[in-house]
């Protein structure tokens, strides 16, 4: 099992120091966002590895209002710009030595669709999706496809949803990705969840019902633990909560920010090594 932890949710803090206070807390492992320019991505590698962490994979940059990085944007020649970024996405995981990249088909933040009905925007995210495959299996990346909530995205949202997907994508290369947050909004059993996806399911990431540290909420993660054992699931825990406060898209949460995502990483590592151990 790989323990990760994602960056930004650190908010505001420097990249230097992110590294610094998880590879302290006891991870080996790190996810970034893919914000292309941001980024010198072989200095960055070297600055994670100085810290004793190896970046396990990228969170795709697809952010709403931007239509240019939307997949399932309705418009064409929105679609392939999409496309052509995101394949520079790809071409950073490989930078970086990562093994994948987390894909939201629909832009987040997007919550409304595009066409006539869903079906029409899945079709042309599932179109998208797949102009990514021959390049992803040349880096041997995977596209990681990831189901959000309705409240921050719209056509990709539980894991019937992301098994349509990944199955008419149909590529070895294309898996899926289930988060304890966004299946406690969307999911009717969530230890379902996990054994309808057995074969598919690359990466799981954790964060409580309230989006706070493992712990902090309602959630039942034994049943989800248990549910991840029953499948054998030895492949990627990614830890992403958020500090308490507004907007859902922002990390940045005051102050406070850096101190209680440090705490949230320690007791969260502990509970899921003591849980999987």
């Known amino acids: 099992m790989r323990y990760s932890i994602c960056s930004w949710t650190f908010g505001n803090t420097p990249i230097e120091k992110v590294f610094n206070i998880v590879s302290a807390k006891g991870y080996k492992h790190i996810d970034l966002q893919a914000k292309v320019d941001d980024?010198?991505?072989q200095e960055i590698n070297h600055l994670a590895r100085e810290n004793s962490l190896n970046i396990n994979g990228?969170?795709?940059?697809?952010?709403?209002?931007?239509?240019?990085?939307?997949?399932?944007?309705?418009?064409?020649?929105n679609r392939q710009k999409a496309v052509d970024y995101f394949k520079r996405q790809v071409e950073c995981v490989k930078v970086v030595e990562g093994n994948y990249l987390v894909v939201v088909p629909s832009a987040v933040g997007k919550f409304h669709t595009m066409g006539g009905n869903k079906s029409e925007d899945l079709k042309w995210a599932i179109e998208s999706v797949a102009k990514l495959t021959d390049m992803a299996k040349e880096h041997d990346?995977?596209?990681?496809?990831?189901?959000?909530?309705?409240?921050?995205s719209c056509i990709v949202n539980n894991s019937d949803d992301v098994l349509h997907v990944v199955k008419?994508?149909?590529?070895?290369?294309?898996?899926?990705?289930?988060?304890?947050?966004?299946?406690?909004?969307?999911?009717?059993?969530?230890?379902e969840a996990f054994?309808?996806?057995?074969?598919?399911?690359?990466?799981?990431?954790?964060?409580?019902?309230?989006?706070?540290?493992?712990?902090?909420?309602?959630?039942?993660?034994?049943?989800?633990?248990?549910?991840?054992?029953?499948?054998?699931?030895?492949?990627?825990?990614?830890f992403e909560c958020l500090a308490p406060g507004p907007h859902p898209f922002n990390a940045e949460k005051g102050e406070e920010t850096e101190r209680i995502m440090s705490m949230y990483a320690e007791e969260s590592l502990d509970k899921l090594k003591t849980w999987f151990s």
């Open 39 to 41: 980024y010198n991505w």
């Open 58 to 77: 990228l969170l795709c940059d697809s952010g709403w209002p931007e239509e240019e990085k939307d997949l399932a944007n309705k418009n064409i020649v």
């Open 141 to 152: 990346i995977t596209l990681v496809i990831e189901p959000i909530n309705r409240y921050e």
């Open 195 to 238: 054994l309808k996806l057995k074969d598919w399911v690359e990466v799981v990431h954790f964060a409580d019902s309230n989006r706070r540290g493992v712990g902090r909420g309602h959630i039942n993660f034994q049943k989800i633990v248990h549910a991840m054992k029953k499948i054998g699931f030895d492949k990627n825990v990614v």
């Open 168 to 191: 008419e994508v149909n590529h070895p290369n294309v898996k899926a990705l289930l988060d304890t947050y966004h299946m406690n909004i969307e999911e009717v059993d969530m230890e």
